[in-house]
């Protein structure tokens, strides 16, 4: 997403803003002198040119400072098959009740992609992105949030906010729950493999903040 703004905002300043001051400017040359209408065009020319500099930077700074979260998980169920329909097009007061109740973060934080089927034989696949910033103690927050995901799971808050916003019949099923953290910092992938054991509901468990970190 950054390398597509950065390419959005480069052809912007090369292709639109900048041969518009260079035009401007070589007009007022030519001319020999002063008219209001080509300077206050160099000037505004001039003035989004600088504008779109540093908005670039200051996106670059937060992209180094700020990492994420992207879990993914199986939603199956003969409940979810019945409401597919419904289950692929609604997500919002999910996305509301992670945010609130699970997570404790605002909901900019989060991204949850329209679900789908996939390779999935009896459900439908989520996958929640979340962004976050480094605390001052150095403590990676993905653990806490990995921590958060599981209770969620095993107290089946998680799977009752899934059946009242898909409206399903009984409680689906939620398995094959993976995370993966991508530290900013380290520039490196850190895999979190589900625990547990196969016939079981899968989900994540935390190892030490020195494995992700």
Same mark, same amino acid.
């Given at each position: 997403l950054l390398g597509f703004t950065a390419k959005q905002v480069y052809s912007i300043v090369l292709l639109e803003n900048t041969p518009q001051l260079i035009l401007s400017s070589w007009y007022l040359v030519l001319l020999g002198k002063f008219d209001l209408i080509a300077v206050v065009s160099?000037?505004?020319?001039?003035?989004?040119? #600088? #504008?779109? #500099?540093i908005a670039m930077c200051l996106q670059k700074r937060i992209y180094k400072t700020q990492d994420y979260a992207h879990f993914t998980m199986d939603v199956t169920g003969e409940c979810v098959m019945t409401q597919l329909k419904i289950c692929k097009n609604r997500i919002r007061k999910t996305k509301t009740f992670l945010c609130r109740s699970?997570? !404790?973060?605002?909901?900019?934080?989060?991204?949850?992609?329209?679900?789908?089927?996939? /390779?999935?034989?009896?459900?439908? =696949? &989520?996958?929640?992105h979340i962004s976050y910033v480094w605390t001052a103690s150095g403590v990676n927050p993905a653990a806490r949030y990995e921590d958060l995901l599981n209770t969620a799971? +095993?107290?089946?808050?998680?799977?009752?906010? &899934?059946?009242?916003?898909?409206? &399903?019949?009984?409680?689906?099923?939620? /398995?094959? #729950?993976?995370? =993966?953290?991508? !530290?900013? =910092?380290? !520039?490196? +992938?850190?895999?979190?493999?589900?625990?547990?054991?196969?016939?079981?509901n899968q989900h994540l468990t935390v190892e030490t903040d020195t494995h992700i970190m």
């Open positions: 160099a000037a505004f020319s001039t003035t989004s040119i #600088v #504008v779109t #500099v699970i997570l !404790g973060v605002q909901e900019k934080s989060v991204e949850i992609q329209k679900p789908f089927e996939g /390779d999935i034989p009896s459900g439908v =696949r &989520l996958h929640i799971i +095993d107290t089946g808050s998680l799977q009752n906010a &899934l059946k009242e916003e898909w409206e &399903l019949e009984a409680l689906p099923e939620i /398995d094959s #729950v993976e995370c =993966r953290v991508k !530290g900013k =910092r380290m !520039g490196t +992938d850190v895999e979190a493999q589900p625990a547990g054991e196969p016939e079981t």
